[in-house]
């Protein structure tokens, strides 16, 4: 191989390497060793708050849900089939969680409808469901098939201010993050070697020779 596309070679071997090191070490240290990701957001408008399966169940890995309302009224938070839960929501006024942002750790809320959720309590499609002041969370585990979880008042008291947060950890993650730091050190350390390696050997080379004469 040319001595100037070998080292153009290493050069952008060193490049991506670095790349992957920065990339995968910020990753870990971003996950922590438990491999959490969180993402929350606050919604001002009334009315219950909507996760649909395109968020929820995005990940095959189990989802906290938590809610916190900052008037510390009650709060409840339930799970159900999607078209279960659609047929329940209906035409009531909500907020659709409906983008996740990483590694920013923000959701996109989408108001619709209008008029009180109501049902609610009466229901019985709820496959998970949990009770609070101030705050509730159940954890959702995936394999259930689409599912749709509603955040609620739990009393009579309309649901404003309200911050709804989701966590998915995955020890995994977090390993597979150091994994791609560790071979990203490994690709710049033999790239910056080889190129070291062939400037190395053309500086011991004639200068007559290395001009062909």
């Given at each position: 191989?040319?001595?100037?596309?070998?080292?153009?070679?290493?050069?952008?071997?060193?490049?991506?390497?670095?790349?992957?090191?920065?990339?995968?070490?910020?990753?870990?240290?971003?996950?922590?060793?438990?491999?959490?990701?969180?993402?929350?957001?606050?919604?001002?408008?009334?009315?219950?708050?909507?996760?649909?399966?395109?968020?929820?169940?995005?990940?095959?890995?189990?989802?906290?849900?938590?809610?916190?309302?900052?008037?510390?009224?009650?709060?409840?938070?339930?799970?159900?089939?999607?078209?279960?839960?659609?047929?329940?929501?209906?035409?009531?006024?909500?907020?659709?969680?409906?983008?996740?942002?990483?590694?920013?750790?923000?959701?996109?809320?989408?108001?619709?409808?209008?008029?009180?959720?109501?049902?609610?309590?009466?229901?019985?499609?709820?496959?998970?469901?949990?009770?609070?002041?101030?705050?509730?969370?159940?954890?959702?585990?995936?394999?259930?098939?689409?599912?749709?979880?509603?955040?609620?008042?739990?009393?009579?008291?309309?649901?404003?201010?309200?911050?709804?947060?989701?966590?998915?950890?995955?020890?995994?993650?977090?390993?597979?993050?150091?994994?791609?730091?560790?071979?990203?050190?490994?690709?710049?350390?033999?790239?910056?070697?080889?190129?070291?390696?062939?400037?190395s050997q053309v500086h011991s080379i004639p200068p007559g020779a290395r001009h062909g004469g």
């Amino acid at each position: 191989m040319p001595t100037t596309t070998r080292r153009v070679l290493g050069v952008v071997v060193a490049v991506l390497g670095a790349a992957l090191t920065v990339f995968g070490a910020w990753t870990a240290l971003t996950l922590g060793p438990s491999g959490e990701v969180r993402f929350s957001v606050t919604s001002k408008a009334p009315g219950a708050l909507v996760v649909e399966p395109d968020v929820l169940n995005s990940v095959d890995v189990p989802v906290r849900v938590r809610a916190t309302r900052s008037d510390g009224g009650a709060l409840r938070v339930v799970v159900a089939p999607s078209a279960d839960a659609r047929a329940i929501v209906a035409t009531s006024a909500v907020s659709r969680v409906s983008g996740v942002h990483y590694p920013r750790g923000t959701l996109d809320l989408r108001a619709s409808g209008a008029g009180e959720l109501t049902g609610l309590d009466t229901a019985d499609v709820w496959r998970l469901s949990a009770k609070g002041t101030g705050s509730a969370q159940l954890v959702v585990n995936q394999g259930a098939g689409p599912e749709t979880a509603v955040v609620a008042s739990g009393d009579a008291t309309p649901l404003r201010d309200v911050t709804v947060t989701l966590t998915w950890a995955a020890r995994s993650w977090f390993f597979e993050a150091l994994a791609l730091a560790v071979i990203g050190a490994i690709m710049t350390a033999f790239a910056l070697g080889d190129l070291w390696h062939t400037r190395s050997q053309v500086h011991s080379i004639p200068p007559g020779a290395r001009h062909g004469g």
